[in-house]
């Protein structure tokens, strides 16, 4: 969409005070000095996620061993209730979703599943793109298979580095493929793909196709029910804001109950079965059967009342806040700091931006430490790219404003040459 924005202080604090999800920013703990930006690589704790937290910690005082069938949420059910309250951020129903694992293990999981090479199609497709722990986890997968992943890992490459063009993407879907890994949104660019074209033409060619959408559930509305998608999984740490290294989340179409999981235990089983200890695996319908061990209930805990505020708040809303932050972000950019040696790297159009901006810039890591010095939080990634995600629940449009002038003033006077230009050790 093409909105027109002013370049005024006075008008950011319009834009905040007209904001229908401005409230949302009380229910966060917040430096009231610090604009942080970088809820797209760890989001912020909310006082609900503290709250739920704190109410597994008081389940486990008073119930002790108990706890797993009393308490508000006993901990027995609570990867199926929040994989249910997972499910309309997805576009799925409840008994597609489970609360498990991490990301990386959900691809382990998923792939094990997934991965049924033939004579003819033995080959994964990636994206030279994507976030290396997805091509490590394929890459072991193949060697799992006794396949060279040099020969078997078909990675896209991009035209210009930052973007992939789904035209590429089908023209890489050839009989040889066996099963497509993609991310919902580029880690670095923020790019979308086109979820729904891209698994059509996937399922049109015989092949299966799965996404990582780390950087894009709790931002970007997905409709994997209606698109078809085989599966998915994302992590929940990034705009889901259920605190570092929280338990991940999957997806499997229902078309796909029945299929025994590659990596199978005792957590998969039937509900009413699992306390049998039987040798033979009865697994649960549905995405629960993806589970394999005991839930890690305190890291998964906060999660439960962060959704709270997504349903509170809506996805959709949120993703129109988050459209229209990002795109006065990038215009403030364009006109107060040109010259000034940046480039956009995102997507300009809105149905292929994500939720966080790309900027580019050869000074990007010393002018990220002038940023932290300065109190705003980005997020560097190597070798130029300045990622900063306003997010929609609890950024404002004056910090939008106030951070285009920072960096205005950093690269002006070159404030940044007090560093030197290299990576901090958590990027
Ligand atoms: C953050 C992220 C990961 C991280 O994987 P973990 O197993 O959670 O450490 C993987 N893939 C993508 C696309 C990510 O953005």
């Not at 229908?20 to 797209?40: H, K, M, V, W």
């Not at 999981?109 to 290396?132: G, N």
């Not at 993703?319 to 700091?337: A, P, V």
């Amino acid at each position: 969409m093409n909105r027109q924005f002013e370049t005024s202080k006075e008008y950011a604090m319009h834009l905040d005070l007209i904001d229908p999800l401005a409230s949302f920013r009380d229910e966060f703990y917040l430096d009231p000095e610090t604009i942080y930006l970088d809820g797209n690589s760890l989001g912020l704790l909310s006082k609900r996620a503290e709250a739920s937290l704190l109410s597994s910690l008081e389940d486990w005082k008073q119930y002790g061993i108990d706890g797993w069938t009393k308490g508000v949420t006993p901990w027995f059910t609570l990867s199926e209730k929040l994989g249910a309250l997972t499910a309309p951020l997805i576009g799925a129903q409840a008994d597609e979703v489970i609360v498990t694992g991490s990301t990386t293990i959900n691809l382990h999981q998923l792939t094990a599943t997934f991965y049924h090479p033939s004579e003819q199609r033995t080959k994964i497709l990636a994206d030279e793109l994507t976030f290396p722990s997805d091509i490590y986890a394929l890459q072991s997968q193949l060697r799992l298979h006794g396949f060279d992943p040099e020969q078997h890992l078909v990675q896209v490459k991009s035209r210009d580095g930052r973007i992939l063009e789904e035209d590429d993407i089908i023209a890489s879907m050839t009989d040889e493929v066996a099963l497509i890994i993609l991310p919902t949104v580029l880690y670095r660019s923020g790019q979308i793909l086109d979820i729904p074209r891209l698994t059509k033409e996937a399922h049109n060619r015989g092949i299966l196709i799965g996404f990582d959408g780390c950087h894009s559930v709790g931002a970007v509305p997905h409709y994997f029910d209606e698109w078809d998608v085989d599966f998915a999984f994302w992590c929940n740490y990034k705009h889901l804001n259920a605190g570092p290294g929280s338990v991940a989340g999957l997806y499997v179409n229902k078309r796909h109950v029945g299929i025994l999981p590659g990596l199978t235990g005792w957590f998969g089983s039937k509900k009413d079965k699992q306390f049998d200890m039987e040798y033979t695996f009865s697994p649960a319908q549905g995405a629960g059967s993806f589970q394999i061990g005991t839930p890690h209930i305190l890291s998964m805990a906060p999660l439960k009342g962060s959704l709270e505020l997504f349903a509170e708040a809506g996805i959709e809303r949120i993703r129109e806040k988050s459209l229209i932050c990002t795109q006065y972000f990038s215009d403030l950019i364009e006109s107060e700091l040109a010259g000034l040696g940046f480039e956009i790297g995102h997507p300009r159009e809105d149905k292929r931006r994500g939720g966080h901006i790309c900027l580019e810039h050869l000074e990007a890591a010393r002018i990220c430490k002038c940023l932290k010095e300065e109190k705003i939080i980005p997020d560097y990634r190597e070798p130029n790219i300045i990622r900063l995600a306003p997010v929609a629940l609890y950024n404002t449009y004056l910090e939008v404003w106030e951070t285009v002038q920072t960096l205005k003033r950093i690269v002006k006077d070159k404030q940044y040459e007090k560093f030197e230009n290299k990576r901090e050790v958590i990027a």
